[in-house]
C-alpha cells in the first residue's frame, strides 16, 4: 500500500481556480456595505486556511457562521482600515497631483509606507483566519512579531498587496473580485511557504 498522494492533474488546478474565483465574489459581495469588509475578509481567510491546512473547503454553513460571529468586533476594524486607506489614498493623490510640497521622493516614501501597511493589513488577515475568523486584537499581535521576526514575509505579503493594487486599477470591474480571491490565497501561500522553507534548510 502506498502513502503517495494522487498525482494532481489540469482539472484539480481549474477546480481551484474556480473556488478562488468563487470566494472572491462572495468575499467581494460580503463587503459591499464597506462596514462588512473586516468581517467579509476574516471568514474568507478562514475559509483558504481549511484549504490550505485541511485539504477542503468548509461548509457554507460554517463560513456564513464565522461571518456573523465576526461582525461584532469587525465593524470596528472595517472603520479603523476604512480610514487609514481614505487618508493614505488622499496624500498620495495630492502628491501625485503636485497639490503638496515634497514631490517624488515624498510620493515615493508614501506608496513604500503604503505598500508596508497593506503587507501588514495582509499578514493579520492572514492570522485571522487561521483562528477561525475571529481575534482581530491577538492576530495584529501575531503579525506584528511575525513582521519583526520574519522581514522577508512581510515584505512578500506587502509585494502581493501591492502587485494586487496595480492589477484592481487595470483589471475590469468584473473580474475584481476574482483578484480578491486569488490575492488572498496568494497571502496565505507566502505567509505559510517562508517558515517552512527556513525549517527546511535548518
Same mark, same amino acid.
Not at 479603523?80 to 510640497?101: F, N
Given at each position: ?73 469587525? !465593524?470596528? $476594524?472595517? @472603520?479603523?482600515?476604512? &480610514?487609514?486607506?481614505?487618508?493614505? *489614498?488622499?496624500? +498620495? #493623490? %495630492? /502628491?501625485? =497631483? ?68 496595480? !492589477?484592481? $486599477?487595470? @483589471?475590469?470591474?468584473? &473580474?475584481?473580485?476574482?483578484?480578491? *480571491?486569488?490575492? +488572498? #490565497? %496568494? /497571502?496565505? =501561500? ?13
Amino acid at each position: 500500500m502506498s502513502d503517495e498522494r494522487p498525482r494532481r492533474d489540469w482539472r484539480d488546478t481549474l477546480r481551484d481556480a474556480t473556488d478562488l474565483a468563487l470566494l472572491g465574489f462572495a468575499l467581494v459581495l460580503a463587503a459591499l456595505p464597506l462596514l462588512t469588509l473586516a468581517p467579509a475578509a476574516a471568514a474568507a481567510s478562514a475559509a483558504v486556511h481549511d484549504r490550505v491546512a485541511l485539504g477542503g473547503w468548509p461548509a457554507l454553513r460554517t463560513t456564513l457562521s464565522r461571518f456573523g460571529r465576526a461582525l461584532p468586533a469587525g !465593524l470596528a $476594524v472595517s @472603520v479603523a482600515a476604512l &480610514a487609514v486607506a481614505t487618508a493614505l *489614498g488622499v496624500d +498620495l #493623490a %495630492a /502628491l501625485a =497631483a503636485g497639490r503638496v510640497p515634497g514631490g517624488p521622493p515624498a510620493l515615493a516614501l508614501t506608496v513604500v509606507v503604503t505598500a508596508a501597511l497593506a503587507g501588514y493589513a495582509g499578514l493579520v488577515v492572514v492570522e485571522v483566519g487561521r483562528a477561525g475568523g475571529r481575534g482581530w486584537r491577538d492576530a495584529a499581535r501575531a503579525a506584528a512579531r511575525t513582521a519583526a521576526r520574519q522581514p522577508g514575509t512581510w515584505a512578500a505579503t506587502s509585494g502581493v498587496c501591492a502587485v494586487a493594487g496595480l !492589477l484592481g $486599477v487595470l @483589471v475590469t470591474p468584473v &473580474a475584481a473580485p476574482i483578484l480578491a *480571491g486569488y490575492a +488572498l #490565497a %496568494a /497571502l496565505h =501561500a507566502v505567509a505559510t511557504r517562508r517558515p517552512a522553507a527556513r525549517t527546511e534548510a535548518s
